[in-house]
């Protein structure tokens, strides 16, 4: 079995900042790419930002000079640093990573984490 559980949401007011982690754990061989999905009521989940194992990054238009992703392979970790929050920014935010569990398959799944509340008052 593998988890993934984040922590660090919470209500902030606008400017503020939040840092998000998530942890996974279980049977893990490796993990690939990791990243950060968001969902706002009555919204399509869309993603935030991306990290490979290689530390490149992606992020969405809406963030970028704003959050940004990391990664403590140490620790199966990837963490997202929010600064500069905006009302909008509000929504639950999960984790997702791509894991391979075997060392004899070269095969990665996809799990999620159960999502952590962000919202940011005005």
């Known amino acids: 079995q593998v988890q993934l559980v984040e922590s660090g949401g919470g209500l902030v007011q606008a400017g503020g900042s939040l840092r998000l982690s998530c942890a996974a754990s279980g049977s893990i061989f490796s993990i690939n790419d990791m990243a950060w999905y968001r969902q706002a009521p009555l919204k399509q989940r869309e993603l935030v930002a991306m990290?490979?194992?290689?530390?490149?990054?992606n992020y969405a238009d809406s963030v970028k000079g704003r959050f940004t992703i990391s990664r403590d392979n140490a620790k199966n970790t990837v963490y997202l640093q929010m600064n500069s929050l905006k009302p909008e920014d509000t929504a639950v935010y999960y984790c997702n990573a791509a894991i391979r569990r075997s060392k004899y398959y070269n095969l990665s799944s996809t799990y999620w984490g159960q999502g952590t509340q962000v919202t940011v008052s005005s």
């Open positions: 990290i490979t194992n290689g530390d490149s990054t």
